[in-house]
């Protein structure tokens, strides 16, 4: 349509241009800034918004002019000067005017071309083709057509085609057009959309490569290289087969770009060894492929997690009473990465020193009471735990051997036994022959016992 334009006058140098509303068919709006300018003229711009100043309907369409702009001219030396500044700007939006084409929308054009399709999505590089309907009902004008900056343009009837063999231009525009009885010309515009996938993508860490340490935070960054339009450009971050989040770009640009995504993370032990990518997915809507254009990066290993040592067990626990004689198992295990070193502290009349994680002794002796400190760290910090033992003296052999008594009493009941009935029969014997008297039985010197037969006349 001829715009913008550049026009020159003596000494100056100006841009104007028309820009049409997305509200009006068209709308001028002419912009002067200055380029440049003798020493002698200083331009001074301010914009004012009106209401109305051109009238909305003069049988060539609606127009709204809300963008007017008076200059101020400061004359240092000649007066034709500004006299030429002011000439010049009224021939410049004379032939401003001239070249406008007009476009009208409501009851003046009944109806609008229609496209088919009514959006187009194209691959770089793919062919495209697309149908226009110039008009059904009102075509009695004689000026049609369908304006277009690349492939070429067949017509049947009110019918448009266009076709291009391979798509490269990005930002095109489609404009297909008829002129009505009143001289009004009533447009349809139709923006192909294309896209191209992107070239690579690729993840990593921002300014990290070695170990990772539990509960900072770190920086993850997908970066996706010559993509287009980026608008449309989606990025998830995956943790194995997690997605941690979805992530779109703000840009407008029509033309391939280089986008770069950031992600923050806390990581924790379990994310040890994990494997973080992402993915590029272009969303081009319900005329687009129907299954979104994708690509993802490699997988990539993060460094390890680092975390100080955590204690199996609770620390600090009650006293140890053990007997002495017995094993004592002192458990000091805890888990750590990098895994933990282990270091005793032992009473002062224990020598000997250990470096595991469970302290045994197999015969505990008095030697042995004290405090056991364990001492557990890595290169991220270190904890402590207490063991207070308390040996108690062994029990005599009743204890350990309870059998052996039980079988001591059971001879001595036996013994008990056997002596009463040898007693018992020897004084069944004694019956048998005399009256004895049994004092004298159990009285060891000896003495003449006499008869009692012999003694009944005593």
Known sequence: MGFPRKFRFPGWMFLISLSQREDQPADPRPQLIKE???????????????????????????????????????????????????LFLVISLMISFRDV???????????????????????????????????????????????????????NGTTMF???????????????????????QCTSVL????YQLPESVSISFVNHTEMMFENQQYTLQCSVQNVAPVEK??????????????????????????????LNITPSRKDDG????????????????????VVTSEKFSAPPVYYGPELNEPPNPDVITITEGDTLHLNCSSVGNPSPSYTWTRPKNSSSSYTGSVLTISSVGFEHEGQYICTVSNT?????????????????????????????GVFVAVLFVLILCVLCCLVYKQNRKGSYNLKDVLRFPMRTALPLQNCENI
């Open 274 to 293: 994990a494997q973080y990518w992402c993915e590029a997915k272009l969303e081009l809507g319900p005329a687009g492929p129907q299954s979104p254009p």
């Open 191 to 194: 923006n192909p959309t294309l």
């Open 36 to 86: 440049r300018g003798p020493p002698c003229c200083y331009l001074f711009c301010s914009q004012f918004i009106t209401d109305t100043i051109w009238p909305t309907n003069f049988g060539l369409g609606d127009f709204l002019l809300t963008n007017v702009f008076s200059f101020s001219f400061s004359q240092r030396n000649y007066l034709d000067t500004m006299l030429s500044c002011y």
């Open 380 to 408: 991220v910090g270190n904890v402590t735990k207490e063991f207070n033992v308390d040996v108690q003296a062994s029990i005599p052999n009743s204890a350990a051997f309870p059998w052996i008594w039980i079988i001591v």
């Open 101 to 155: 084409r007009v476009s009208a929308s409501g009851s003046i054009c009944t109806e609008s071309p229609v496209f088919t399709p009514s959006a187009l999505v194209v691959k770089y590089g793919d062919p495209a083709n697309v149908t226009c309907v110039v008009c059904q009902k009102d075509c009695s004008g004689d000026v049609s057509g369908l304006e277009h900056p690349v492939g070429k343009v067949s017509q």
């Open 233 to 262: 450009l989606n990025v998830t971050f995956y943790r194995g087969n997690t997605a941690l989040r979805h992530l779109q770009s703000r840009s407008e640009q029509k033309k391939p770009v280089n986008e770069t995504f950031t």
């Open 162 to 184: 266009w076709t291009v063999d391979r798509l490269t231009e990005w930002g095109i525009s489609l404009q297909c057009y008829y002129t009505n009885d009143a001289d009004v």
